[in-house]
């Protein structure tokens, strides 16, 4: 019933990536607060007030 041998190959798949989750996080965050600028520069040059 259960592919153990899938099962570790994608636990060791996530351990292989674990010391690169503190950047993965950080270019996540900058990616997401760069569309958040974005799309707030876009809705202003729209016309919709800034939001304070």
């Excluded at 994608?10 to 569309?35: C, E, G």
């Amino acid at each position: 019933m259960y592919n153990w041998s899938l099962q570790d190959a994608i636990a060791a798949f996530v351990q292989s990536q674990q010391p690169h989750f503190q950047a993965q996080h950080d270019l996540y965050l900058s990616v997401l607060y760069s569309f958040v600028d974005l799309q707030s520069h876009l809705l202003t040059l729209l016309g919709f007030p800034p939001v304070p």
